[in-house]
């Protein structure tokens, strides 16, 4: 059974950081292409991050570009969302999930996680 557990949100006032981890199971993390997603309320979900499994290159939205980075460490079989200088607007709840990463968009494919809360706020 294929699980990913997102953990690491939490409140953090503007200007911070966090970093989010997936774990996974049941499932190779470089087997595929995967990435962030995240929903705020009220909000369609919004593709965030992703690496190719073809190519090993990244993605990210323009909103968080230059601001977030997306890692993986094959041998824990975890990926990780760094995230700095958050702003109000990144509050969502943030999921990993199988994607195909393409060069100027994240679609989403299969979500198995329960995702984790970001609260920005002073």
């Known amino acids: 059974q294929v699980q990913f557990v997102e953990s690491g949100g939490g409140l953090i006032q503007p200007g911070g950081s966090l970093r989010l981890s997936c774990a996974a199971s049941?499932?190779?993390?470089?087997?595929?292409?995967i990435g962030w997603f995240r929903q705020a309320p009220g909000k369609e979900r919004e593709g965030v991050s992703c690496?190719?499994?073809?190519?090993?290159?990244?993605y990210y939205a323009g909103s968080v570009k230059g601001r977030f980075t997306i890692s993986r460490d094959n041998t824990k079989n975890t990926m990780y969302l760094q995230m700095n200088s958050l702003k109000p607007e990144d509050t969502a709840v943030y999921y990993c999930?199988?994607?195909?990463?393409?060069?100027?968009?994240?679609?989403?494919?299969?979500?198995w996680g329960q995702g984790t809360q970001v609260t920005v706020s002073s």
């Open positions: 690496i190719s499994r073809s190519t090993g290159n990244t």
């Open positions: 999930a199988t994607v195909f990463c393409l060069s100027n968009q994240i679609v989403i494919r299969n979500n």
């Open positions: 049941g499932f190779t993390l470089d087997s595929d292409s």
